[in-house]
């Protein structure tokens, strides 16, 4: 027949506790750690997330270094971006440079309406100082007192607000199909662009 193994001892265990652990104590070595391929899509998660935080990064910056009235004046444009497609709305934005005042009318106010929004209109504060709008169409767009349309489908009319605060000017830019405003650090025209 063969060669008899070596004898075998069956013990008892004394409680369910050491049967228990017992049982965990078979021939599987537990091994930590991560492998090479689960490292390496970490690490692509984390380079991708990183390339689109970019540029969130840099906006930060530099609404940080603008002043409160001019983050203000961009927080005022992206909510009424906003405003115009939850209230499905057109709104206008009339903006007087010479004043610098500017006021939001709608396509469903009369005229008193409008003349209370005109009277009720926001007035630049501190020294900031609006200089201009440039349109890419402005030789359709004459004098101080100029329109910002805002639509119920989420857009907007592109458009470059100058404004001038102490000695320093910027240029705020409103893009047709983008939920932000962009501050640009200087005094940039359509015409730098192109």
């Given amino acids: 027949m063969g060669r008899p193994g070596p004898p075998r001892f069956r013990t008892q265990p004394k409680s369910k506790n050491e ?13 930590s750690g991560f492998t090479f391929v689960e490292l390496m899509v970490v690490i692509g998660i984390f380079t991708i997330a990183l390339l689109f935080s970019i540029p969130v990064f840099r906006q930060i910056h530099l609404t940080s270094k ?12 992206e909510d009424l971006k906003l405003r115009a497609m939850v209230e499905n709305k057109n709104f206008t934005l009339y903006v007087d440079s010479g004043a610098g005042k500017m006021y939001v009318a709608d396509d469903t106010m009369d005229e008193d309406a409008r003349q209370d929004a005109l009277n009720n209109g926001i007035s630049l504060n501190g020294d900031l100082q609006l200089l201009n709008l440039e349109f890419p169409d402005d030789d359709t767009r004459s004098g101080d007192d100029k329109t910002i349309c805002f639509f119920s489908k989420g857009y ?39």
Avoid: W
């Fill in 19 to 31: 049967s228990r652990s017992t049982a965990c104590l078979g021939p599987h070595i537990n091994h």
């Fill in 156 to 194: 907007s009319d592109r458009v470059l607000i100058h404004v001038r605060e102490e000695s320093r000017e910027m240029t705020i830019q409103i893009c047709m199909f983008r939920k932000k405003v962009h501050l640009i650090d200087k005094y940039v025209s359509y015409d730098d662009c192109i």
């Fill in 66 to 77: 603008a002043s409160d009235h001019v983050s203000g004046m961009m927080l005022f444009f």
